[in-house]
């Protein structure tokens, strides 16, 4: 029985449990979780060039570059020209990309029930709205550029403690 007395514990726990889930879903993304977001920029029209993609997510380009490579290869997104300056090229979804992104995003609402599935929807809602004041918190007095920065630090703090355990 966890100990609901230890912050850490209680949401290592709720974290990887919810992590085992959604990795779960992001298995058809070419690039797990990392496509995942590439896909989810592209659809809010916020992916840019690879460049500026391997930077937001803190990832080499050369592995952004083979990233795109699959993304593309799989009819996900595309790259064109960009309007504004016809050497560069952005990263745009397509239909199918659309599609994938819609349907993982269901599923991912359906791993977020689950986890709160022992919460009543409106302890679910106090319970989003209370995490969501600490993260904001969190992020306020230590910030991340953005969702991929977040789990590379987190496996990146848990790196020594498991060498060590």
Same mark, same amino acid.
């Given at each position: 029985m966890p100990r609901t007395d230890d912050l850490g514990?209680?949401?290592?726990? &709720?974290?990887?449990?919810?992590a085992k889930a959604s990795t779960a879903v992001l298995e058809d993304v070419p690039g797990g979780t990392r496509g995942y977001h590439v896909i989810s920029d592209a659809v809010h029209e916020r992916a840019g060039s690879q460049?500026?993609?391997?930077q937001r997510h803190?990832?080499?380009?050369?592995v952004m570059t083979y990233l795109v490579d699959d993304l593309e290869g799989a009819g996900l997104v595309e790259r064109r020209a960009d309007p504004s300056d016809r050497r560069n090229r952005v990263i &745009?979804?397509?239909e199918r990309g659309r599609e994938l992104w819609e349907s993982v995003q269901s599923r991912l609402r359906e791993v977020?029930?689950?986890?709160?599935?022992d919460l009543t929807a409106e302890e679910q809602a106090v319970f989003c709205r209370l995490l969501g004041r600490v993260a904001d918190r969190a992020d306020s007095i230590d910030p991340v550029s953005d969702a991929c920065a977040v789990g590379k630090e987190i496996a990146e703090i848990a790196e020594p403690r498991?060498?060590?355990g």
């Open positions: 514990l209680t949401l290592g726990l &709720v974290y990887r449990w919810y460049i500026q993609l391997a803190g990832v080499n380009k050369t &745009v979804v397509t977020e029930r689950h986890v709160l599935s498991q060498a060590a």
